[in-house]
């Protein structure tokens, strides 16, 4: 076999990216729909790759058939923005000729309960939570899809 010293150099010039896998992406679901339960909340958790595909879902017994839908589209939203979907909510309410971020995809949810799963400062996926009577509460289970992964936690900027 003969091999060609350019294609070599064009390898080593590919991005790395890391990828969530798939133990952890179930891990960080599971530990989100357990806080909740804790709580008394009823919810779904979702958990995307980088690129926004769920690797994750669960839902808890008896949380609505919406949540399964409300956490994929935070999740996704939180991973393809790069942000806490409760901060793009608040930014989105303070300056209104933004709102087509809203309108991106069909995709797309901007209400808190979304956080994007930093490891090191780059983001490889999102996790979003759906069903809990109030956004900051889907966010809080959101937090501990993060903090069992040991991901870098969002803080909100002021």
Not at 28 to 47: D, F, N
Not at 120 to 146: H, K, Q, Y
């Amino acid at each position: 076999m003969i091999i060609n010293p350019d294609r070599l150099v064009l390898a080593e010039e590919l991005p790395q990216q890391s990828v969530l896998p798939l133990e952890l992406a179930n891990k960080a679901a599971l530990a989100a729909v357990k806080h909740c339960k804790k709580e008394g909340y009823r919810v779904s958790a979702t958990v995307v790759d980088g690129a926004g595909v769920i690797k994750a879902l669960l839902r808890a017994d008896g949380a609505g058939a919406h949540t399964v839908d409300s956490s994929q589209r935070k999740a996704y939203t939180a991973a393809s923005l790069r942000e806490s979907t409760q901060k793009l909510a608040l930014l989105i309410a303070r300056k209104p000729e933004i709102q087509a971020l809203r309108d991106m995809n069909e995709s797309i949810l901007i209400l808190g309960g979304g956080l994007p799963i930093k490891i090191e400062g780059e983001v490889i996926g999102g996790i979003g939570v759906g069903g809990a009577p109030g956004a900051a509460l889907d966010e809080n289970c959101a937090r501990a899809g993060l903090e069992i992964l040991g991901a870098d936690l969002y803080q909100e900027k002021n």
